[in-house]
């Protein structure tokens, strides 16, 4: 990345920021109900205040600077600071800042970025993507895709096919569909989730599922029956799609063996099922391809993306229409009722534009397949020799591993002693952002690192993957 390139934060920010820390998080706590938040908690605490960013770094209020593992939120692929994105918005901000694209009107950047996309989006098989739906994020995406599959059969004359079926520990977003289309059983917990006509099966998470002498291999292919079987107890001819994630993100970086999607789609062709793949994390080249569906085996009818789409500098999501559902639509014609009034928004498209010719100019997507992915991989196997690693993968640009207490023989630390939280307060603590999902540690950093950044990275892993060994042989939670 050139330096150039790189917008400087005001310099106002940097000197008042150490004397506002106390009454931002005042009135933080007095007026921001924030996302999956346990408020009564984040009063007594207060919020760290984050206040600017560049390259792969974001520095807080108090002046310390954090190696930003997580690309915020799994989606700042062309790290922080583009000057180019920022540019692109306000041109467009300046030219036409909003428009709608109901009552037949479009508008210049909403038509290049779907042009482009359908470009970039590989055709397998007899399944090519020529068309884009747009929302304004992965969750809405997803409503879409309810909403598409069910208008799907109904054209098609077949109404009673109703059933999504999604997976234990996916994470398809927060809105009532979204939330019901994923497995997290905290969020069907609180609203009365899933909806009705949506259910699940289990993850293909090899480590924990994989029986004694059963190969990753034969495991992949017995996680993707359990689909067969659902299929077949509902009844195919109520069963409308079938949706995963090509990786799964927000569960804990859970890879699947290489058996598990070929054998998916053997399974929703078998019976005629549409492919949902939610490729909000997965896209734009977090797993070394613009989109990740082909290096897995799978041949989707609906892929959801939003995130990387504009590396996250403005909300963008929406859904690649395949030609599978698409020429239903068009052909049989009548109204498609929904759609979101920032549907096509011209910004958010001019920013995924600019972002995605970053991403071609610096080569992000081929860098993460053939150099820091590889590169990742070889540094990140090393933790597999740590007391406290149970097993360690990665995939492009994501990473995880699992926190044991054993590892000979893989025994797990109780759940309550939350020793994931317990690793994640030392990488706070030592300038490195990386998430825990309860004994899994995960990471998805910005595209544009460096070998040294990586270097530096794993270094701090190391160190605050000692820190908690250290916990835990003090507090006595080691076998
Ligand atoms: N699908 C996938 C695969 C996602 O990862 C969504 C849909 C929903 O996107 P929106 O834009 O509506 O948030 C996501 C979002 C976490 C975490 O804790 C992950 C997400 C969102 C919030 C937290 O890892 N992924």
């Known amino acids: 990345m050139n330096s150039s390139t790189l917008i400087s934060p005001p310099a106002m920010i940097r000197r008042n920021q150490h004397h506002d820390t106390k009454s931002v998080q005042a009135l933080d706590s007095a007026h921001f109900i924030h996302p999956f938040t346990d408020h009564g908690d984040l009063a007594t605490r207060g919020s760290r205040v984050m206040t600017h960013a560049e390259g792969i770094y974001v520095w807080d209020s ?25 540019d692109a918005a306000h041109n467009q901000m300046m030219t036409l800042p909003y428009y709608n694209a109901f009552f037949q009107t479009t508008n210049l950047p909403a038509v290049q970025l779907a042009t482009k996309l359908a470009s970039l989006a590989p055709k397998v098989g007899d399944r090519s993507f020529e068309h884009v739906f747009y929302s304004s994020s992965g969750s809405e995406s997803n409503d879409t895709n309810v909403r598409l599959v069910r208008r799907y059969w109904d054209l098609l004359g077949q109404p009673q096919r109703k059933v999504i079926i999604g997976r234990v520990n996916g994470y398809h977003g927060s809105t009532m569909a979204a939330a019901s289309l994923g497995g997290m059983s905290g969020m069907h917990a609180q609203g009365d989730l899933p909806i009705p006509n949506i259910t699940h099966i289990g993850q ?9 002498g059963e190969t990753e291999a034969q495991f992949g292919l017995r996680a993707a029956g359990w689909l067969e079987a659902k299929i077949l107890e509902i009844g195919a001819d109520k069963v409308a799609a079938f949706i995963g994630e090509p990786v799964q993100g927000a569960g804990g970086v859970i890879i699947p063996p290489a058996t598990y999607w070929p054998e998916i789609q053997r399974i929703v062709d078998k019976y005629g099922i549409l492919l949902i793949s939610d490729e909000v994390i997965c896209a734009f080249g977090r797993l070394g391809a613009w989109f990740a569906y082909e290096q897995f085996g799978m041949k989707p009818d609906l892929v959801t993306f939003a995130k990387g789409v504009t590396s996250g500098y403005i909300p963008l999501g929406g859904v690649m229409v395949g030609n599978r559902v698409a020429k239903v639509l068009i052909e049989k014609g009548g109204d498609f009722n929904h759609g979101y009034t920032y549907s096509g928004h011209p910004v958010a498209c001019a920013v995924a534009l600019a972002n995605l010719e970053l991403m071609e100019r610096e080569h992000l997507v081929q860098r993460v397949h053939d150099d820091i992915g590889p590169y990742l991989a070889s540094r990140f196997a090393e933790l597999k020799q740590h007391p406290l690693v149970g097993d360690a993968q990665t995939c492009g640009f994501v990473a995880g591993l699992v926190l ?76």
């Open 204 to 212: 293909p998470y090899f480590f924990d599922d994989g029986l004694p």
């Open 62 to 86: 108090e002046g310390k600077k954090v190696l930003d593992a997580m690309s915020g939120l799994w989606c700042v692929n062309a790290g922080y600071a583009r000057k180019e994105l920022a």
């Open 404 to 479: 044991v207490k054993n590892k000979a023989t893989k025994e797990r630390f109780a759940e309550e002693l939350g020793v994931g939280m317990v690793c994640r307060g030392h990488c706070f603590g030592n300038g490195l952002i990386m998430r825990a999902v309860g004994d899994r540690m995960i990471i998805a950093p910005p595209l544009v690192m460096t070998h040294a950044q990586i270097d530096e990275m794993m270094t701090l892993i190391v160190k605050c993957l000692d820190l908690t060994h250290a916990d835990a042989r003090k507090n006595g939670w080691l076998a």
